[in-house]
Structures are given as structure tokens and as C-alpha cells.
């Protein structure tokens, strides 16, 4: 029955040479990996606008230049991961990179980042993703953490059902999104320009002097508004997940990106000066602009049914990136190997499944408010893309191909970039990012040990192939009895086909009992000898473990010593609760303790 | 560290013989053994009172021939189970009485009926007893669930630590309530004697006449009142507790129990009474008693204090008698084996920790309000006396030793009271009592599922002694490996101690995988021969399963199938996380799908 609950969520499991048709054209790349980035425009300009409105209405106007600064620095940015793509064609993204050039210290510290990122990318976005339905509904706001976990639940399923699937399902929202907030911009500019604003609109005057404006402030205000930047490494790090040409088609989908991100932020600000919209707590700017632009009918709760939508699947772009960092992460052992087994649908299910959980985890401690999580988020963007473009700075200047110079400048002037804003986000936001000198040192460390097993482990199973060869030993057989019946005489035929050395076990708790025992085993004579051992505290355990104790002492340099374990096997599964589970004790604590051997010889009951 | 916790709740693990330490004195045994039914009177009065009111007070003098009829009634059914105890001097009480002379079915109407009971008697003691706490302070009305939980909690871990050691701790009590409402009798029957009642009690007129009064009506207080009664059974079927001579002992016990029940159930009848007192919904009438004749000082919250005590231990009678009849149903194969296993403190753990566990959940279920159990509560008590008195009819019609006629006489009285009082209850309480024809069936569908279940294994497990000697067959070993290591080495040395055909498997995902193996296994060779599988679903374990079920196919008639498993034994608990769990599960699906024994090999690493 659970199989079969599996088959209707999961499919059909798929067998591993049908992997190359998973992968991705341009047009569903763009969908699956740019929700993240083009769904930071829900909230990019109203993180801006949060921070300047601390100093009133008429400090809104520097949102203008402000944004102008971050559509450069997305500019930027697109430049230099095109060269990246282009250097690394398997993929691998900040982690590659940085451990490619740097080593491995720094590669650790920018996967681990990213890592820790992706998780926060599910729960901010389905967070954004409930507010843009309770803004709409505000009924709803109380069920937020259930509405969050709901959708975290989906698009774990979408994702383990396998990748083009889920991007056929995804291509439509994303489309819808872009031509969603286009209609909203061009309605609104349409609006502005013909000077049919509504009444109560009223633009800050642009370039006004504004009291108590610091350049702390601006650059809070700036360093807000680079989370709509969130989600643009996604492309460089799914390459593999590409179809041939991979690294151009990668490429062109990142301009593509970059250049419909561009737009869409740049117009969204631009119209929420326009319409003079300030950040309030209850509905979003973009919702604000919406019912401003089109009042609060039809096209309305469409724009904002698709802004729930797109932030929703925004979560996907970490469903598709996490699993991939954490194989690469698994490949070169520093994490667990689950992380590299493929699953039914040649997804990396044990990667899906664990950042469902611990994105959950996050949105039910945070009870859904996750808002104080985006400048952290950010961050844990930033450190990544700040040591992928020093590795390609030194990358430049290590190879020196033909005509190295323009490449290099571009991710010099990157690199510094994004380096200044990690910078401005330790100092301007410190209380809100300082859990990522906790999280990050854990994560590290916690690579650092596995890695170490790994090695350990590597090393004390290898084998010398010409030299070390098996060596048979002697062996005896110990059987603990609880009577006479089909049982142990099966046990016994078993034994005796293996081994010529075989002692059975019982355990009496009175003198009569253990009498009783001997004469009915002498009668039956199976041509095995006995030993009958005293209980006084009614365990068959410990007796047991101190006679195998002494067997194993007195055998375990010339012979293997095996205790084999009848065990019934139940026709019905409550039948189990009828039978006191020694054999299952017995193995248990056997296994836990003694370096003994353990056979379990199955005993299957026909009624 | 759960060890350590054990030990402290429950004490160090005692020897098997020290088992004979463990009976009772009469003085202890009065005190284990009586609390159920001398704190019925805690709630008995009330019970009628509570059926009279519906009349108004003007009805409540009807209280006083009720109550003489109940006291009655309990003299009946002490003289017969004091003929009980004589005649069954093992004990067993109803299940055993009826089982002895009606045969099984009978025999496990009563025990069922009594074990449902037992659960009921605790969820019904400790509602009762937080009841009267929250009498006294009506602040902690909002925690009865949690209050009643952990009396549970605390008279479960008492019973695990022995039988002895509980009585120890229960004796005062005791003995305290007895003496705490000999006193409230004496003080309100001295202030009534003396005429100085307060002055707004006014005592309803006996033999008034009251419009509406039925015949009905009165059945049905007299049948609430004799809730009173529940717990008499609990000496005749502990008698194996007593210490010898343990026959004379108990009887005289329950002698002296009854007595004690009846003078302290007709004072409180007679003190309601005299005082006027009214059942109230916030506080019990033994409670406004208490407030009438001492007022709400000291001695009010000392007598609440201890029948909230009294009430607790209640619960405890149950605990003595649930595990004991638990026990015999075992023996006699109608429950499973573990009620028969002895614990650390020589009690029959298992069946402490399910009454536990199973009264937990009807506290919860009922939120703490288990009133309306009450009813039906009492009718599982008086259908086993029914059952025990009319097995105790047919003993001496079958046996008739000399001067048989007056205690068959006595048996019948019983009989036929106890008979009238189960259908007093079915016809005036159908609503709260009918659930016993739903429970009572399942019970004793459960009882003969499990004992057809025994009966089968042990036909099935019966060997000829003479005639069924252990035969020795050949052996065929089968190791799945994953590549040349020293597990791999360790696992075949260990197999060619035990056989010499032996086959080494290895599961592939691509040719060249496969092809590497089979050349590195060439140059390694260790004397067995290796099959390489091809596995197009990433599984390890569907390609393995396939060849051992055609190795079965082949050799299971003329040799032995075993399948070694090498398993890691990690270091630390953690590092089990870093290994995918291959041996674990192709365990579980060995044992639970095929016919193969199973070895496991244990592997220790050092680091």
C-alpha cells in the first residue's frame, strides 16, 4: 500500500539510461532555474523602501538611484558568471570554482554557504509566497505556517517525480509571472505618462532634501535591495543539467535572466515612486501597486495569485540546486554518500527530501515569519559570488589564455563589488546576519569530520591484492535452545551441514527445569552436545552472554565462533506481538557487544 | 543513562528466589487489597443522592432504605467469596470460579469483564481523586488531565518496584481514611445526637411522601449505589499474595473489609442525611460533609487530602489484580507470553506497564471526566460476581461435600442478587452501560484468536523424540561484495570455514564497472568464484534478490542457502549516518521475502 501511495506521488521508477533525456532545453532551463531570481522583484523594492521610509515619505525618491545601482551590480554579475560557465562546463558553480582554485578550505566555506542558503531560499520564498496570499485574503493569515509547509510539501513531491516533469509544470507560472508584472508596468506607465494617476497618489518630489539622510542609511538601503540579486548563481551551478551545447545554452539563458530581472526591478521601482507607494504591514508594495494600478478587481488577484505562484516555485530553483551541490559535496566525501545515490526518477531524492525537511524545520521555529531571514539569505548569496570571482581572478592570472585581460578586469570589478556589499551587510545589518559565524564554522567543521571518517575508513579497508588473501579457520556453532521442538531441529540440521563443532545453549531458572531438560535431551540424542546454564534474575540474555563470552575467549584465535539465532517468521504481523521477541534482543545486543558472527536461521510458521 | 534512570525509579533487580518475600500480612494485604472498595464510599452516597435529586430533596430520605439495602447486599457478597476463597485457595476470582465449573467461554466472559474493568477502576479512582483536590481548590480544575496522568504515572512506577515496597508506602493511608471518616461519622453524629447542627441544614422529612416517585427510579439509585461496592472481588483474587496460612488469612480480610466498608458507607449515608445535603456540581458531597460538620479548616482539607489520596491509591488495587488474572489468562494461552515474564522487581511488569498505558489513554480520551464511566463500571463488576457465585452453585450441586446445602444456599442468594442487580443496570442505565456488548465480544474475540494462534504453533513445533533426528544437508554460501576490501577478505575467510561452495556477487551499473571488478577480482584471486549482475535501476538489492531466489530455486531441496552479510560496526553512533544502510536492508527483505539463512558479518572499525 505505501509502494503504491509512492508510484501515484513519485511514478514509475526509471531506469538509469533513460538519464539523458532529463535534460533541460533553454526555454524550460529559464523557467526552472530563474523563478528564485525574477521572484526576488515581489520583495527587492520593498526591502528598499522599508529602509528609507525609517526617515518619512520623502526619502522615497532615492529608491530610484538606488535601484539604478543594483541593476548595474546585476549587470555585473551576469558578466562575470558568463565567464564562469564558460571556464567550468561540468558546473559546480562558487564550490568548483573557489575549491578549484583556492582549495579546499575556501571551496568548503563557499558550499557550506550555499547550502545553508538554498535552505533559506525554500523558506523565505514560501514565506513571501503566503504573504502575497493573505495580502490578497486576509482571512488566511493565521493557517501562514500550514499554507508554507503545504507548499513546501509540493514541490518536494513535484521534485522527486524528476526534473522535466516538474519544469513542464513550472514553464506556464514563470511565463505568467514576466508577462504578469510587464502588463503591470506598462498599464502603469501607460497611466503615469498620460497623467491618469488616481487621486490620492502623490509623488515624492525626485532629488528633495531629505533630513537626517546618512550614507550608513543608503547603504542599508542598498544592501536591501541586492536580495532581488538572490537565485542568479542558479544557472552557473546546473550546467550538467543542460542539453549540448551546455555551456552556451547556459550562457544565453543567463543574459536572458539577467536581462528580464533587470527590466522587471527597474519598473517596479520606477512605479512605486510614481505612484508614491510607502511599505506597509499588511499588504505588499506590489500588491499595492496593483490595486493602485488596476483597483482591486480581476487583474488584480491574478498579478497577485501569480506572485504567490512565482515565489512558490522560486523554491524550486533550490529544490533543483541543493541535491546537485550536496552530490558534489558527497563525491569528494564530504558528505554522507546517501546524498549521491540517484532515486526512482533520477532525481537525488535523499538531497530533496532532506532540504524539504529542513526547510520546514526552519518555517515551523520561525512560525512562518520569515522576513528577518532575507538579509541573512542575502548574504549567504553574496559570500559565495565574491569568492567565485577571486578563484576566476586568479584562474586568469594563472593561465593566461589569449586576450585574458577583459575577462579578468570583469570579475575583478565583480569580485570587489560583491565583496564591498558583504561588507555593507556585516556592518549595516550585523544583528540580523551574525548567526552565519555560528552556522557556517558548524557546517565546515561538520564536512572537516566526515571527510576525516571517510579517509579513516578508506584507509583501514584497503587491501593489498597480490598479498592478502582469505584464510579459512576452524568454526563452532553455538545454538541457545528453549525446548525441543521442529525449531531447533531445524537449527541443528542447519548447523551440522556447516560445522562439526556445534554446543546448544539452555537456560533453566529451576533445578527441575534444567533436569527436565537434560534427560529429554538425552533421549532425543541429536548428536549434539548440551550445556544447561542457571538463571537467578530470568533472563535468557545475560547467562547467554557470559557463556558466549567464554567461548568466544577460548575459540576466537582458532575458530570463528557463530551463534545462530532461530527466529519464527509470523504468518500475520500481530502474531508477533504473541511471541516474546528474544531472537530479536539477543541479536541486537550480540551485535552491539560481541565480535561474534550471528545466523539467523528463519523459521517461517504455515498457519 | 536509561539504566541508570531505571534503576533509580524502579530499584535494583531482584533474584527469582527471592520471590517468597513478597507476601503479604494480613495488616498489609487490607491496606493493598481494600483501597479500591473503601474508597467506593467516596463516591457511593453520592451516586444515590444523585438520582434521588432529580425529584427534587423532598425524595433524598430514600436514601436511608437504599443504602441499608446496598450494605446488605455487600454482606451477601462477602459470605460468598468467603466460600470462594476456601474453595479456590489459588485464586483467580471469577475467571478461574467460572472457567473451573461452566468451562472456557464463561470463564472468559468473567475475565475479560474484569480485565476491561480493571483499566476502568483506574481511570475512574483517579478522576475521583482529582475530583476531590480540585473540591478543595478550584484553581486547579483546568489541569484534571494532566493531575490524573501523572497519579497514573506515579502508581505504575510504585507496582514496577514491587509489591511489598508499595504496600510499605500504602498502608498509611489507609488506615488514615478509615480513621479520617470514623472521625467525620463520630463528629457529625455527636453534633446531631447533641441537636448542634448549623443552622442551615434542614433535614428532608423520612417517609415524606414525594409526587413521582417509581419504582424505577428507586432501582436505578439503588443500582448507582452500588458502585459502592466495586472492589470487593479484589481479596479472592490475590490469594496467592497472602502469606500462609494464605486461605484463612484472606478470608479474614475480606471479613474484615466488608465490615469496614459497610459502617463507614452507611455513616456517610446517614450524615448526608441528617445534614440535608444536595450532590452539587463543583464539590462532592463527602466534601460538603466534611465543610458542614468541621467547617473549612484544618480537618476539611486533611479529610479532602486523604480521600484524594485514598482515591489515588484506588487505582493501585487494580494494579495488584490486573497483572495477576493477565498472568493466568497467559497461562492458560488467551494473552500473549510476555504477561507471564517476571520483571527486575519480581511483579509482572508487562501487565502493570499495559494497565498503565491503557488507563492513560481512556483519561485522556474522556478528558478527565470519566463520570459517566461509573455505571459501567459497576456492571463489569457484577457480572463476574454473577459468573463466580453461579460456578460456585454448581461446585457444590457437583461436589456436595458434607453439609453443602447452607453454603449453596448462600451462593444462591448471591447468585440471584447479583443476577438482579446486572439487570437493574441494563434496564435502568441502557445508555451508559451498553458499550460493554461491543467491548466484552472483542475482548473475547481477541482472547481466542490468540489462543487458536498457540495451539496452531504448538502442533506445529511438536517433535517425535524417537523418531525426528537433525539431518545435515550440503551448503551453498552466497556474499554480495561492492568491491575487494578487508571486509570483503574477513567475510570469505569466515565462509570457507564453514563451506566450500561458496559465490561471491557483485551488482554493476555500467559495463565498464563491471568489467573492472571482474579484472581486479582475476588478479585478487581468493578461490571463489564471482558473478557480476547488471543493475539498470540504481538497485542494489532487485538484481541480488533475483539470484538468490534462482540459487534457491536450484539448491534449496538438496542443500542450504545461506546469504553472508557484512556489516560495519561503527565507532560512533553518528558515523552509521555516513554509510548507506545497504546490509541493514537487504536484511530486512531477506528475512521478510525469502527462505535463505542470513549471516551477518559483523566488520569493527577501529577509527
Redesign the interface.
Known amino acids: 500500500m505505501l509502494l503504491g501511495l509512492k508510484r501515484l506521488l513519485i511514478g514509475r521508477?526509471?531506469?538509469?539510461?533513460e538519464l539523458g533525456e532529463e535534460k533541460l532545453s533553454k526555454v524550460k532551463a529559464l523557467a526552472v532555474l530563474s523563478s528564485d531570481a525574477l521572484s526576488s522583484v515581489a520583495y527587492g523594492t520593498e526591502q528598499i523602501l522599508l529602509v528609507l521610509v525609517t526617515l518619512g515619505t520623502a526619502a522615497l525618491w532615492y529608491s530610484l538611484p538606488i535601484s539604478v545601482a543594483v541593476v548595474c551590480l546585476l549587470t555585473i554579475l551576469v558578466l562575470s558568471y558568463r565567464q564562469t560557465i564558460f571556464a567550468y562546463p561540468t558546473g559546480g558553480g562558487a564550490y568548483m570554482v573557489a575549491k578549484d582554485n583556492f582549495g579546499t578550505s575556501t571551496g568548503l566555506v563557499a558550499g557550506g554557504s550555499l547550502l545553508v542558503d538554498y535552505i533559506l531560499t525554500v523558506a523565505v520564498s514560501t514565506s513571501a509566497s503566503t504573504d502575497a496570499i493573505t495580502s490578497a485574503f486576509p482571512v488566511l493569515h493565521e493557517h501562514r505556517v500550514l499554507i508554507a509547509l503545504v507548499m513546501i510539501l509540493l514541490v518536494t513531491i513535484l521534485n522527486l517525480r524528476g526534473i522535466t516533469e516538474s519544469a513542464t509544470i513550472l514553464m506556464y507560472p514563470v511565463y505568467l509571472f514576466v508577462a504578469a508584472i510587464f502588463l503591470l508596468i506598462l498599464g502603469g506607465g501607460y497611466q503615469w505618462l498620460t497623467g491618469n494617476l488616481h487621486a490620492q497618489t502623490h509623488t515624492p518630489a525626485y532629488g528633495a532634501a531629505v533630513p537626517g539622510i546618512t550614507l550608513f542609511l543608503l547603504l542599508r538601503a542598498f544592501s536591501s535591495g541586492c536580495s532581488a540579486l538572490t537565485g542568479v548563481e542558479a544557472v552557473s551551478n546546473a550546467i550538467p543539467n543542460f542539453r549540448e551545447p551546455a555551456p552556451k545554452n547556459a550562457a544565453l539563458t543567463l543574459v536572458m535572466m539577467g536581462l528580464i530581472l533587470g527590466v522587471m526591478f527597474m519598473g517596479i521601482s520606477l512605479l512605486a515612486y510614481a505612484y508614491g507607494i510607502a511599505p506597509a504591514v499588511k499588504e505588499t508594495v506590489v500588491s499595492q501597486i496593483a490595486s493602485a494600478v488596476f483597483g482591486r478587481g480581476i487583474i488584480y488577484y491574478l498579478i497577485q495569485a501569480i506572485t504567490a505562484l512565482i515565489l512558490f516555485l522560486a523554491a524550486n530553483t533550490a529544490f533543483a540546486a541543493f541535491p546537485l551541490l550536496a552530490f558534489m559535496l558527497a563525491k569528494d566525501r564530504f558528505m554522507?554518500?546517501?546524498f549521491m545515490?540517484?532515486g526512482?526518477r533520477l532525481g537525488f531524492s535523499n538531497g530533496i527530501i532532506f532540504l524539504g525537511i529542513l526547510s520546514a524545520i526552519l518555517i515551523i521555529s520561525f512560525g512562518g515569519e520569515t522576513e528577518n531571514l532575507i538579509p541573512l539569505y542575502a548574504l549567504g548569496v553574496f559570500i559565495p559570488f565574491t569568492l567565485s570571482q577571486a578563484g576566476m581572478m586568479k584562474r586568469w592570472l594563472t593561465k593566461k589564455p589569449s586576450g585574458w585581460l577583459v575577462p579578468f578586469l570583469i570579475n575583478t570589478v565583480g569580485m570587489l563589488t560583491t565583496l564591498t556589499i558583504c561588507l555593507i551587510f556585516l556592518i549595516t545589518k550585523f544583528t540580523q546576519v551574525w548567526t552565519i559565524f555560528v552556522f557556517l564554522p558548524i557546517v565546515i567543521f561538520i564536512f572537516r569530520k566526515?571527510n576525516g571518517?571517510?579517509r579513516?575508513?578508506a584507509d583501514?579497508?584497503?587491501?593489498d591484492?597480490?598479498k592478502?588473501?582469505?584464510?579459512?579457520?576452524?568454526?563452532v556453532i553455538v545454538i541457545p535452545v528453549s525446548g525441543?521442538?521442529?525449531?531447533?531441529?531445524?537449527t541443528?540440521?542447519?548447523a551440522?551441514?556447516?560445522?562439526d563443532d556445534i554446543v546448544a545453549v539452555y537456560v533453566g531458572?529451576?533445578d527441575e527445569e534444567m533436569k527436565r531438560m537434560e534427560e529429554?535431551w538425552e533421549?532425543?540424542?541429536?548428536?549434539?552436545r548440551l550445556i544447561v546454564l542457571r538463571?537467578?534474575?530470568?533472563s535468557i540474555i545475560k547467562p547467554l552472554f557470559k557463556f558466549i563470552d567464554t567461548v568466544e575467549w577460548k575459540k576466537a584465535e582458532t575458530?570463528?565462533v557463530?551463534v545462530m539465532i532461530p527466529?519464527f517468521?509470523t504468518k500475520r504481523w500481530w502474531?508477533n506481538?504473541?511471541?516474546?521477541q528474544t531472537s530479536f534482543f539477543l541479536?541486537a545486543y550480540l551485535?552491539a557487544r560481541q565480535?561474534?558472527?550471528?545466523?539467523?536461521?528463519?523459521y517461517?510458521?504455515?498457519?
Open positions: 521508477p526509471m531506469k538509469t539510461n554522507p554518500n546517501m545515490v540517484r526512482d566526515i571518517h571517510y579513516d575508513l583501514e579497508l584497503r587491501l591484492v597480490e592478502e588473501k582469505p584464510q579459512p579457520k576452524g568454526s525441543i521442538s521442529q525449531v531447533v531441529k531445524n541443528i540440521s542447519y551440522q551441514s556447516l560445522s531458572f529451576s529429554k533421549q532425543w540424542n541429536p548428536g549434539v538463571s537467578h534474575y530470568r575458530d570463528h557463530t527466529q517468521i502474531h506481538l504473541l511471541h516474546n541479536r551485535f565480535d561474534v558472527k550471528i545466523a539467523t536461521v528463519p517461517r510458521l504455515k498457519k
